[in-house]
């Protein structure tokens, strides 16, 4: 007797993997991303509205401090010395980011970090971002320890 494939008769009358065709299915955003997602205008994801960017989601549901307090926050904090290339603008705003999202006062609290530039084809350069509600977001260079008009190339939030 000839040798036949183990597969069950239903398996059988389906075509092989390989034979698959993909079906695309529409991007939506109402759920986390598995991956980064490059937006190309203002988005909603999540319950936030980012820039133009590409954005890496850390969470899902924020929750909206006032400005002053998150100000007041960050302006307290103690960044370093700037070392080019060791401790730079990266790692302390990694260190703000993760300061604030850490504190049991701000739990949920919409922040993350911005890499971009201040101008619009200037250095690279990163700063903090803060979301006081869903659509209204700023930029905190703590570096300098100001709010900075800034453009985002990517977004870790």
Same mark, same amino acid.
């Given at each position: 007797?000839p040798h +036949?494939?183990? /597969?069950s008769? &239903?398996? *059988?009358?389906?075509?092989a993997h #390989?034979?698959?065709?993909?079906? +695309?299915r529409? /991007?939506t955003? &109402?759920? *986390?991303?598995?991956r980064?997602? #490059?937006?190309?205008g203002?988005k909603?994801?999540?319950d936030l509205y980012?820039?133009?960017?590409?954005?890496?989601?850390l969470d899902w549901k924020?929750t909206f401090y006032?400005?002053?307090?998150?100000?007041?926050?960050?302006s307290?904090?103690?960044?370093g010395?700037w070392i080019?290339?060791?401790?730079?603008c990266?790692?302390q705003?990694l260190?703000g980011?993760?300061s604030?999202r850490n504190?049991?006062?701000?739990?949920?609290a919409?922040?993350?970090?911005?890499?971009g530039s201040?101008?619009p084809?200037?250095?690279?350069h990163?700063v903090?971002?803060?979301?006081?509600?869903e659509k209204?977001?700023?930029?905190?260079?703590p570096?300098i320890?100001?709010?900075?008009?800034f453009?985002?190339?990517i977004?870790v939030?």
């Open positions: 007797m +036949e494939s183990r /597969r008769e &239903s398996e *059988r009358s389906r075509p #390989s034979e698959h065709t993909r079906v +695309e529409k /991007r955003l &109402s759920k *986390r991303p598995e980064p997602v #490059s937006i190309r203002e909603k994801v999540g980012y820039p133009p960017c590409t954005i890496i989601p924020r006032p400005e002053e307090i998150i100000l007041d926050f960050l307290k904090l103690d960044y010395s080019e290339e060791i401790h730079d990266e790692d705003s260190q980011m993760a604030i504190s049991i006062k701000f739990y949920g919409a922040v993350g970090m911005a890499i201040i101008e084809d200037g250095p690279e990163a903090i971002i803060y979301w006081i509600d209204t977001r700023k930029y905190w260079d570096g320890k100001i709010n900075v008009y453009h985002p190339k977004v939030a």
